[in-house]
């Protein structure tokens, strides 16, 4: 398992932009990790009052987040960055005192530009999938 403040030695993100918590598997091409949604997280202020949902793009970062742990395991102090999403798919709203569970699996990789799936899940059921093209800067 990799902790938050390992986390932070890995990605450059920094909370309230970090949408991961733990890495709780990790191999060569592929990643698990949790998230857990808090009732107090800025953006359910605008999105939306009465009815707090997480925006669809957070999780689509939060599975982007969880490719670049896996990515930049070659580039320590490297900056990944989004080259492309493909076939993202929403499936479920996530809400506040949700647990996101993410995987991602590294589908082809050229230099220092790569291609995964990922995909969101609460409960077992999706949220989110979507296929991601990100680059090593």
Do not use: W
């Amino acid at each position: 398992m990799i902790n938050i403040e390992e986390i932070k030695n890995i990605l450059p993100h920094r909370p309230p932009f970090l949408f991961v918590d733990e890495v709780l598997e990790l191999d060569e091409k592929r990643i698990v990790a949790k998230r857990k949604i808090e009732s107090d997280e800025y953006f359910f202020s605008g999105h939306f009052p009465a009815e707090p949902i997480m925006p669809g793009v957070l999780i689509v970062e939060a599975i982007a987040q969880t490719g670049g742990i896996l990515l930049l395991r070659k580039y320590r102090g490297a900056i990944p960055l989004f080259m492309g999403i493909d076939r993202a798919r929403f499936r479920r709203i996530v809400r506040p005192g949700d647990i996101l569970l993410i995987e991602v699996e590294l589908l082809h990789e050229r230099g220092k530009v790569a291609k995964v799936s990922g995909a969101a899940r609460v409960n077992g059921e999706i949220a989110c999938e979507a296929v991601i093209i990100a680059g090593i800067k």
